[in-house]
């Protein structure tokens, strides 16, 4: 009988100790978790669970991580959207998914899917070990000794699926790897929101803009464009595009001194030329209204009012009192409105960037390639994604192919 220890008891550690149990009747799994098992999957896609997205080319799949891409394509050959829909159907969850691709089960309940692993887990002999934290473990000849206490537990295969945090590396699954000879990359936040150097979107805390086209731009080069919705919050702005931005910069070195620079430009597919010229004709056509309900048009009043008292400009003028240098400031404002962002949103990072360096782990079988024996699976990996059910996708794949391998291997 081979001994199987997982090492963290995530949606990847799962999936990887269910496929493997369902692969063979010659091996004991289990589950060692420092806290309740499973649980983290809880507050998903606000508690509903993002399960993937309806992204059927698996290598338009991979394009969705800035890390991890190249590496992924083995895995999503063999287990991608598609397989992973069929795998839930299979073991007795339904799926539903919406216009924007996420797919979602339709309990809109993230503990429909917790229940289901460890269920299956209990069905199938996995022993979960909740409330376990690993002292550290030994590589001895062909075997491996894990340390909950003093007297360690013998294992034959190990899988560490401890997820990402860059904030705590000491004592978690960086570590063990990093002690049996891996190298883990630097670890940074990502899918965060941001923190602006201007103190004004606070005052627009809950603001929705939808369809915004944003450009960042670092030391003068553009380095991230994404078009979406915005949302404004109490230390500055959030939402999808902004999520997507943060994970192509997390390792960019702004700050308040060298910040980011964001441009939103409120109306897409226009150029200030171009914007310009329908300006002044919607200002000829609307020659007695009030400048602010002209601009509400185009973006939330609140957000124009005040953009338009930061710049002096009078609110209730009519177009023809508006001067030629006030109509450029417009302009720039609903084309290319710049923030400075000095830091990531503190505590709102959704994944972490970086991980166990990816030329070490073989992308066939999520085995080590410096530990025979030794397997990873999930975000402990330098695999990150964007929002959209992308994240749990790569937990799903590197766990059922670590599984079926160290079921067989």
Known sequence: MIRIAVIGGGPAGFMAAVSAAEASNNIE????????????????????????????????????YPRGEKFLYSAFSRFAARETIDWFNSHGIELYTQ???????????????????LNKARELGIKIRSHSSILKIEQR???????????????DKVVISTGGNYRKVEGSGYEFTKNMGHNITELKPALTAFVTKEKWPSNLAGVTIQDVEISAVFKGKVVAKDRGDLLFTHKGVSGPSIFKISSYCAF????ESEPLILNFNFVPDKKSEDFEKELLKVFDENSKKNLVNILSDYVPRSLISMLLDINLITQDKKPSQITKEERKKIIKLLTALALSVKTPAPEGEMVTAGGINLDEVNPKTMESKIVKNLYFCGEVLNIDGFTGGFNLQAAWSTGYIAGINISTG
């Open 29 to 64: 799994i289990e589950i060692f978790d420092k806290a309740e098992p499973f649980k983290t999957i809880l507050y998903t896609g606000g508690g509903r669970c993002n399960i993937t997205n309806a992204t059927f080319d698996h290598k338009k799949l991979a394009s969705n």
């Open 99 to 117: 216009d924007d691709c996420r797919i979602f089960p339709k309990s809109n309940d993230a503990n429909t899917i917790r229940e289901m692993f």
């Open 141 to 155: 000849q062909d075997k491996f000794y894990i340390y909950v206490g003093k007297n360690p537990i013998i294992f």
């Open 252 to 255: 960019l070195d702004y700050s």
